[in-house]
């Protein structure tokens, strides 16, 4: 997508996030999950978190509670609203950071030369060789066990994927000439960087970070799932699946909804990230069908 | 020449690499303050007053620096330790988990490829039809699934399945107990699948094949939406392209058209993500193995992590990260036979 001068530059998102079907879908797909994340605190009191009504447990979905009810009688629709709010604060957090992180990293290792490239990139190698999971769980035990905590680990684990994409754009993006002549007009590497280079290279990486957010929460319902992190009275919807394992086959629905919940949660952020990339590359303009 | 220096070089940085995983992981496991090193070798009952003097016997008291310098003189020989949470030594246990999880990593990887291979290229050639609408949002919905939820729905279905009594498929562990005491089978390569195969045991191949059905399905959902991903990218990239564009005027049907050209390159651009792969197939692969009670290495990776199990940690993180760092310099290296335009 190339922006047009003229327009302001949320006009042309909208015009160009309307252009296809499928871009408009995924789009208001997750504008939707955005607002229930919003909404859903002011809403539903946090009693429904802490009440144990022992009378209630393992109730099926009926008009009262959509969801049914869990062992300890809350009810499991308000249990998940809750948790999409604080699974989405935590991946927004956790994005930030390792973002920022691997930004500067992988936008220094790209635009230096040699030997701090290398010393940097076999530093994010370090990291990467060891799978992202088991490196947040090795992480998660040394760190602690609150939900900060959770956050430091997952930071740990994503950065070096962000730093990787970063590095590639840089890359490509240096060596164009409009680069040389900023470096003829001897303009500092440091504003070449950060002022000419990176908002040139931001969208493509948007897109990356739109996905990468999807397997953040993916990540952390993982995590709380295994038992990391959270105590059983938090909302969190891995916490919650986990804490259904041992009556899922008398009351599956314990199990399906949260899940199905989380599902949709992440399948809109990839969506989105997915509709993002074809909007930004420009490449995809003239295929033509075969 | 320039060729061999490369590969020398990029050999060089895997060592080098790896050596740093081990660092990182020995001082994530060892010298965070946090984490009590001591709490893997009590158990609740021993007496407070003995924690010294065990900590001395395994030479907790010493610096991190020099803990860490023991341990890599001992992996070096080959002493890789003992793994306490699972009461076996660490080299024992990679024998005996290493196998399982790499047959299910393969016939994940299968099951991914020729799936994710198939929507991809549908989804890229028929691009903005509904077909290609259709495989994009499996792809998608695909990579969006929690590997551990998905499990659990797969046994719930095949629970209930049972239940009505219709055939159905083993929930739980590689093989079923009674079969395995009736009519084992000698291990050559630890895989049962192949293990089954090469002595002849028709019965015992067929049962291992129905309990890794679910769990490897199961694993291969993610890398499946990652390569439909990278397929589509790259046959739509190839189709933009002029020398296709003059094939086409040149009267080239369309068969042949995308078995000569499409095909090809975008099964290079799955080469490139083959490390990425792995490394997804083995994070996932500690959940499925929880949900599925498969006795693999993600499985032991969870209990020892979650015990303080250094020795197990390590032993886990370094055959995981030398498999990673060992794909990617086969890849690369490959890279340069594939791709004439690469020179070094």
């Given at each position: ?12 998102f ?15 797909l ?16 946090s ?40 699974d ?26 040699r ?7 076999r ?7 060891i ?6 769980m090795?992480?998660a035990v ?52 950060f ?55 008398q ?40 | ?41 009590v ?39 003992y ?90 562990g590689?093989i ?16 049962f ?10 019965p ?19 890398p ?18 002029d ?43 500690v ?49 340069i ?8």
């Amino acid at each position: 997508m190339i922006f047009p001068l003229s327009l302001p530059w949320y006009r042309a998102f909208l015009n160009s996030i309307t252009e296809t079907k499928f871009r408009l879908f995924a789009f208001s797909l997750l504008i939707g999950t955005m607002i229930v994340a919003l909404i859903s605190p002011l809403v539903i009191p946090s009693s429904v978190v802490y009440l144990v009504q022992p009378t209630k447990s393992l109730l099926p979905p009926s008009y009262a509670h959509i969801f049914g009810t869990d062992l300890y009688g809350r009810d499991l629709f308000g249990l998940c609203l809750l948790s999409i709010t604080v699974d989405l604060q935590i991946a927004y957090s956790v994005t930030i950071a390792s973002f920022g992180i691997g930004m500067f990293i992988g936008a220094v290792a790209g635009y230096a030369r040699r030997s701090a490239d290398e010393v940097l990139m076999r530093i994010t190698d370090v990291f990467l060789s060891i799978p992202a999971f088991i490196l947040a769980m090795a992480v998660a035990v040394a760190v602690g066990h609150t939900l900060f905590d959770l956050q430091i680990a997952l930071v740990v684990a994503i950065w070096p994927a962000y730093a990787r994409i970063v590095r590639g754009q840089v890359l490509s993006e240096r060596n164009k000439l409009y680069i040389d002549s900023l470096k003829l007009m001897n303009v500092p590497a440091r504003k070449i960087l950060f002022s000419h280079i990176m908002p040139n290279i931001i969208y493509p990486v948007l897109a990356f970070l739109t996905v990468q957010i999807g397997v953040t929460i993916l990540f952390l319902s993982g995590l709380t799932f295994l038992g990391f992190g959270s105590g059983p009275f938090t909302p969190e919807l891995g916490r919650i699946i986990s804490d259904g394992l041992d009556n899922f086959f008398q009351a599956p629905w314990i199990v399906l909804f949260p899940g199905f919940v989380l599902s949709i949660l992440v399948f809109s952020f990839n969506l989105f990230g997915d509709a993002l990339r074809d909007m930004f590359d420009p490449r995809l303009k003239n295929i033509r069908s075969v | 020449m320039q060729l061999y220096r490369y590969i020398l070089r990029r050999i060089g940085i895997a060592i080098l690499v790896l050596f740093g995983v081990t660092l990182l992981t020995f001082y994530l496991s060892r010298g965070v303050p946090g984490v009590n090193p001591i709490t893997a070798y009590v158990t609740p009952t021993t007496p407070i007053s003995l924690y010294p003097q065990i900590a001395r016997e395994n030479g907790l008291d010493l610096p991190v620096y020099l803990q860490y310098f023991f341990y890599m003189k001992d992996l070096l020989v080959g002493n890789w330790g003992y793994s306490r949470s699972i009461g076996l030594p660490v080299t024992i246990a990679i024998e005996n988990f290493f196998p399982a999880t790499l047959e299910l990593t393969i016939v994940a990887m299968i099951i991914a490829v020729v799936i994710g291979f198939a929507l991809g290229l549908v989804s890229a050639l028929n691009n903005g039809k509904w077909s290609d609408f259709l495989s994009r949002g499996i792809s998608i919905e695909s990579v969006s699934l929690p590997p551990f939820w998905i499990g659990i729905v797969f046994s719930l279905l095949f629970f209930f399945i049972g239940q009505y009594g219709l055939p159905t498929l083993p929930l739980d562990g590689r093989i079923s107990q009674t079969l395995l005491l009736q009519n084992p089978v000698q291990p050559i390569t630890g895989m049962f699948l192949i293990d089954s195969l090469l002595r002849g045991n028709i019965p015992f191949f067929v049962n291992a094949l129905l309990h890794i059905i679910l769990p490897a399905l199961t694993l291969s959902l993610f890398p499946m939406g990652l390569i439909a991903r990278t397929v589509r990218a790259s046959v739509l990239d190839v189709l933009s392209q002029d020398h296709i564009v003059f094939a086409l005027s040149k009267g080239l049907s369309r068969r042949t058209l995308i078995t000569r050209h499409v095909i090809k390159n975008s099964l290079i651009a799955v080469l490139t993500i083959l490390g990425l792969i792995f490394a997804v197939l083995l994070s996932g692969s500690v959940l499925v193995e929880t949900v599925f009670a498969w006795p693999g290495m993600g499985q032991w990776a969870a209990t020892s992590i979650t015990s303080n199990d250094t020795a197990g940690i390590m032993g886990f993180t370094i055959v995981s990260a030398s498999i990673f760092v060992f794909i990617n310099l086969v890849v690369d290296i490959a890279y340069i036979f594939i791709d004439p335009r690469i020179r070094y």
